[in-house]
């Protein structure tokens, strides 16, 4: 049986749970292989991944972040192009625009994701994810995914405290990204993963939402030509 979202959601925002230290949570992602062997990263631009972005430029890779609310795509940031003292800037939802370079479909197609890293409310014994509600993490899964830059060889994890790991199941929409792991300072928590075809579901999205996200609306142009889903 999987959760109520909505109920599990306001339960884990009032529950008294320790911080999440974002100095240490990078530094323990560091120190795991799917981070070491992954050359091009996606991570949400949250500000508790922050330092992760950060090291990801510092230790050699590439960097994929969207710009806020994914409205005008998705920005990459080279590592060692960036100066070290605008680092923290350049990664924040305010400096990649400045710093990161707005890539096309073209672009986009050509690169590939290793590995996609996002924050969380909740994370179940199966791997389901419970965000914040927007849906932003999942929807640039289902964009990538169209694009081809996300595959079943993209490792999907998330970080967080201890006590964000239920006891019990998440349900999982058919938009929604099971993942691979949960990192928290602790340790690597994997998960035994379904195989999944991650796709944007039109339908469900809505035709105003795709208006005010450029990559959606390219995507949706090119696959129903005579507008409509």
Known sequence: MGNDKNGLRQR????PLPPLHPGKIAEALRRQDVYRQSKTLFVSPSPQLNQVRINALLDGKMLLVPGPGIKKGF??????????????HAVALKGIEQFGKLLAMK???ELHVDLA???CLAVAPGGGRLGNGTGFFDLAMGILSDLGS???ETLFGAVGVQDQLIGEEISLDGW????HFFL????LIPFEKESQRLQVIWDVVGKKRIRKIEPLWQLFQARF???SI
């Open 12 to 15: 884990m925002q009032e529950a």
């Open 75 to 88: 920005y990459l940031l080279r590592p060692y192009v960036v100066p070290f003292q605008d680092l923290g």
């Open 107 to 109: 672009g986009l197609r």
């Open 117 to 119: 890293l996002t924050d």
């Open 150 to 152: 996300v595959d079943g």
């Open 176 to 179: 929604d990204v099971q993942l």
């Open 184 to 187: 928290t300072t602790e340790g």
């Open 225 to 227: 030509p005579e507008g």
